[in-house]
C-alpha cells in the first residue's frame, strides 16, 4: 500500500488531485466537501480503505485543504467500508 501511494506521488498524481482539491475548494467549499467526501467513500468501498484514505491523507496534504474539506474526506473514508 505504501509502495502504491509513493508511487503515485512519484508521478505527480498526488500533486494533480491535490491542485484539483484545492482549486474546487475555491470555488465551492461545501460542495468540495460533499463531493471529495462521497467519492472517497466509494473508492473505499470499492478497494481496501488503506490505499485510497492515504492517497486522500497525501492530497489533503498538497493541498493545504480547510478544516472543512478535511473533515468531510475522513468521515468519507470512515464511511466507505460500512456502506456495503
Known amino acids: 500500500m505504501f509502495v502504491l501511494v509513493e508511487a503515485l506521488d512519484k508521478t ?4 494533480e ?8 475548494a475555491q ?12 467519492l472517497l467513500a466509494f473508492l ?5 480503505n488503506l490505499s485510497p484514505g492515504r492517497i486522500a491523507g497525501s492530497a489533503i496534504q498538497s493541498a493545504h485543504a480547510s478544516e472543512h474539506v478535511t473533515s468531510a474526506i475522513l468521515v468519507g473514508a470512515d464511511l466507505g467500508p460500512t456502506c456495503e
Open 12 to 15: 505527480g498524481l498526488i500533486r
Open 27 to 38: 470555488s465551492s467549499e461545501t460542495g468540495t466537501a460533499w463531493g471529495a467526501g462521497a
Open 44 to 48: 473505499c468501498n470499492l478497494m481496501n
Open 17 to 24: 488531485v491535490g491542485d484539483a482539491l484545492r482549486e474546487a
